[in-house]
């Protein structure tokens, strides 16, 4: 059998001999009553952008569900596979959330595959090209942009895609209903991985705007 990556196996211990001995009792309690988390996250994949990390949130804090280029595509009761729609229904309807962030982030890859006009498949499914299709009407017009250099126009496309992914999440009934009720709040929002700096998107003007420290 081959051997489980030794720096998991010393990071567990770590957290086993710090951090749970901290909140070993929050376990206990959210083993005993259930999570209710007050907040989902809809964050990439990336491994520079955690959302527990970036909130600083505890054990039974944030529902996360992290997926290539933090998208939420539309409402498509067909039958298929889709599990960040079940995620979102899980979150709305089983653990009643009160806040939803789709947070992006700089020199994310995806943005970078989906503004690449010689991105070749990975692979022959081309899970990511598909993928990406959900923002590729914005993509073809960001590409042919030649007034903005390559790095805005990655940074414009990835906070479009925020706001793209915020219209997909309305055309859900449960997140509909619930936001016109006053039960369910969503917001944008864009890391900065190379500085920390996060920016929240402005609900009336969805200009992003630099949190102040
Ligand atoms: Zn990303």
């Known amino acids: 059998m081959k051997r489980f990556p030794t720096s998991l196996l010393n990071g567990y211990r770590n957290f086993m001999s710090g951090r749970y001995v901290d909140e070993r009792e929050r376990y206990r309690v959210l083993a005993d009553q259930g999570q209710k988390p007050h907040t989902l996250v809809v964050a990439c994949c990336d491994s520079r952008a955690a959302p527990e990390t970036i909130f600083d949130a505890g054990p039974g804090e944030l529902f996360v569900v992290r997926n290539v280029a933090n998208m939420v595509p539309p409402y498509e009761p ?56 959900l923002v590729s009407t914005a993509a073809e017009q960001i590409q042919g942009n030649s007034v903005m250099t390559a790095t805005e126009r990655q940074t414009a496309l990835e906070r479009i895609s925020i706001r793209n992914s915020i219209a997909n999440l309305r055309t859900f009934p449960c997140v509909k209903i619930l936001e016109e009720r006053g039960k369910l709040q969503i917001h944008g929002a864009w890391f900065d991985i190379a500085n920390g700096e996060l920016w929240i998107m402005d609900p009336d003007s969805r200009d992003f705007v630099r949190l102040e420290g």
């Open 78 to 133: 067909d039958g298929q596979y889709h599990s960040t729609s079940a995620a979102l229904e899980f979150a709305v309807q089983a653990l009643r959330v009160k806040d939803i962030i789709v947070m992006g982030h700089g020199r994310c890859g995806g943005i970078r595959a989906a503004l690449d006009p010689n991105a070749e498949p990975l692979s022959p499914g081309d899970f990511i090209g598909k993928w990406m299709g």
